[in-house]
């Protein structure tokens, strides 16, 4: 079946816009995360959806960052007053629960000029 | 807090010798352990995972990791290389209740040389 999709693939913003990152789970999977990775790092959480609701949004880095899901699908990653330091490509996984392996989706590339 | 160490960033080795990329992890709980490997242009993917049942996991691809509580290490290995096998390569951590997000390694890129 269909793998966990990511649009746009490739963002390009000016410092102080909002940008929103899509993220399609595989379908039936209940738990959805969102990861960053910083070029020449390693991926950092940003926040966990079970179900519809995030009981943890402790990753995300400052209050520009947010995300919500609906109808245990799909996902928004909205990042408000976008800063340089912000660029990176942004990762969605989702597993079947919470405990199951993590599938990947490609990734957004977002730049903040 | 869990914490997961990749020594190298770079490992390049010839086609036909052993792959080894090391990762040593900290955690206050008994830890799952994963690795995953990006191909360019391309998302993770699963190589193989380790979740408390026998020490020696086997992956795909050929693939192999041993889980060794006593110093802590979870390395990959392949007996022998190939030139598809180059690619970035994380390590991750991630607790066995809760929330379950993975902490990641900075990754090894690994070349392989014809």
């Known amino acids: 079946g269909a793998g966990v999709s990511q649009s746009p693939s490739n963002k390009v913003t000016e410092k102080g816009k909002d940008v929103e990152l899509r993220c399609d789970p595989i379908s039936g999977h209940t738990a959805l995360y969102w990861y960053r990775q910083r070029l020449g790092q390693g991926l950092e959480f940003l926040i966990y959806f079970q179900g519809n609701s995030a009981p943890d949004k402790s990753g995300l880095p400052s209050d520009r960052f947010s995300a919500e899901r609906t109808g245990e699908s799909v996902s928004t990653l909205t990042i408000q007053r976008t800063q340089q330091e912000d660029s990176a490509v942004y990762l969605c996984?989702?597993?079947?629960?919470?405990?199951?392996?993590?599938?990947f989706g490609p990734g957004t590339r977002l730049t903040v000029l | 807090a869990q914490s997961v160490t990749q020594l190298g960033s770079h490992v390049s080795v010839s086609e036909g010798a052993l792959v080894l990329l090391r990762c040593n992890y900290s955690s206050s709980v008994p830890p799952y352990l994963f690795w995953y490997v990006q191909y360019p242009n391309q998302g993770l993917q699963l190589l193989l995972k380790?979740?408390?049942?026998?020490?020696l996991v086997k992956g795909i691809n050929g693939f192999e990791a041993e889980f060794k509580k006593s110093e802590t290490s979870f390395h990959l290995t392949k007996p022998s290389a190939h030139m598809s096998d180059a690619a970035e390569y994380f390590c991750a951590v991630s607790e066995n209740t809760g929330r379950r997000a993975l902490t990641f390694g900075s990754g090894t890129r690994l070349q392989v040389q014809p």
């Open positions: 380790y979740t408390s049942a026998a020490t």
């Open positions: 996984a989702s597993s079947l629960r919470l405990a199951d392996t993590q599938y």
